[in-house]
């Protein structure tokens, strides 16, 4: 192996040559997967670069329920006996994926140096690659779960309640905090699930403990929403990881602004111009206009407004005076103007069963940029 090639872990395994088994041990690493033996004077060697692996499955047979196929261009390969097979199938997978993702991105493999350092008391020795994995791994279904961006990682997550206002109940799930979010899955899948950005966060406090709500926190919003978890474990551990990453996004927040008002700033002037000249343009065009036009006298009861509301001179067509297609879309924005009053609306509404019907049963063209924005994953 080259100086460079990083051991990830390593497996004690049998490998079938032919109909007999050796056992030995198969060791990953970031870019080939490896197995050696030596029993009785005969050695097994097998190298496999992780690019050339076409295809990765766990098979159960009747004599070996744990066995791992692992499918190149010109061979296959079987290993079983394994003492953990879901935990190494997953570190081959992942591997495969990453080598994959390497290939098509020209792109090396980068240690995260922000993970923090294992404890010098603790019990099981995992290696930093491992762990670096493992992270990465959580991140990526962590994600993948809320459609977040791909920069962004998880730090952690704890089971919690939230009350749910919509059907007036505490929901069992997980929290999730991250750089730059905080979300919400229930165990049961599609009851409800929460993408609050921090950027949208104004408070996060402690309320006061109860028998019916145990260590309860409280997080509002921009746009007047409170959500409030309950059944946490660490609540003074996550109201202060909470409060760190707030800071880090008022920061950001902060400098982004001095940035872009360095530039417009600049442009102030300009801008007030053409201002001036856009709200000085319609009285010319008026009063040219109106030159061969008749004049109203405010006195005239002839005037319009002076016998009847505009509102009855132009009535608003109810949706059965529209045609089929007008009123369809019609009782859509209703359907999601409902919706919206119950569940909340934004970036941090609650996303249950009902808002994937609606999406289903689809969009009403006038609300097809903000539901866009909203369930794409744009945050």
């Known amino acids: ?88 199938f997953k570190l081959m997978e992942q591997l495969a994926n990453i080598a994959m993702r390497q290939l098509l991105d020209n792109e090396g493999f980068e240690q995260d140096r922000s993970l923090p350092k294992l404890k010098k008391k603790s019990p099981k020795k995992v290696s930093a690659l491992k762990r670096d994995l493992d992270a990465r791994a959580k991140s990526e279904r962590y994600r993948a779960l809320f459609r977040l961006p791909k920069d962004e990682k998880l730090d952690g997550h704890t089971d919690c309640t939230l009350w749910t206002p919509f059907n007036k109940m505490h929901i069992l799930g997980q929290m999730f905090v991250s750089t730059n979010y905080i979300c919400f899955t229930s165990k049961e899948e599609n009851l409800c699930s929460l993408i609050i950005p921090l950027r949208e966060v104004t408070i996060v406090e402690k309320a006061d403990s109860s028998s019916v709500l145990p260590s309860p926190l409280s997080i509002s919003t921009k746009n007047r929403m409170t959500f409030l978890f309950a059944n946490l474990k660490d609540r003074d551990f996550l109201v202060q990881r909470i409060s760190d990453f707030l800071q880090q996004t008022t920061s950001k927040i902060y400098l982004e602004k001095n940035i872009s008002g360095s530039y417009i700033n600049s442009d102030d002037e300009v801008f007030t111009r053409s201002s001036s000249l856009i709200s000085a343009s319609p009285h010319k065009s008026l009063s040219s206009e109106s030159e061969g036009e008749r004049q109203f006298n405010l006195n005239d009861n002839g005037i319009p407004t002076a016998t009847q509301a505009l509102m009855t001179m132009y009535r608003r067509r109810s949706p059965e005076e529209f045609n089929p297609k007008l009123a369809k879309e019609f009782l859509k924005e209703q359907a999601w103007k409902i919706h919206f009053a119950e569940y909340g609306q934004g970036v941090c509404m609650y996303r249950t069963e009902k808002t994937r019907d609606l999406v289903l049963k689809g969009i009403p063209e006038s609300m097809r940029g903000e539901l866009w924005l909203l369930f794409s994953g744009r945050y």
């Open 1 to 88: 192996m080259p100086e460079e090639e990083k051991l990830v872990n390593y497996y004690s395994c049998s490998y079938w040559k032919g109909k007999v088994p050796r056992q030995g041990w198969v060791y990953l690493s970031i870019n080939h997967l490896c197995f050696y033996s030596f029993l009785m004077g005969r050695e097994a060697k097998l190298v496999i670069r992780w690019v050339d692996i076409t295809q990765l499955e766990k098979n159960a047979t009747l004599l070996f329920p744990d066995m791992i196929k692992v499918s190149t261009r010109s061979s296959e390969h079987f290993f079983s006996v394994f003492l953990n097979i879901s935990e190494t």
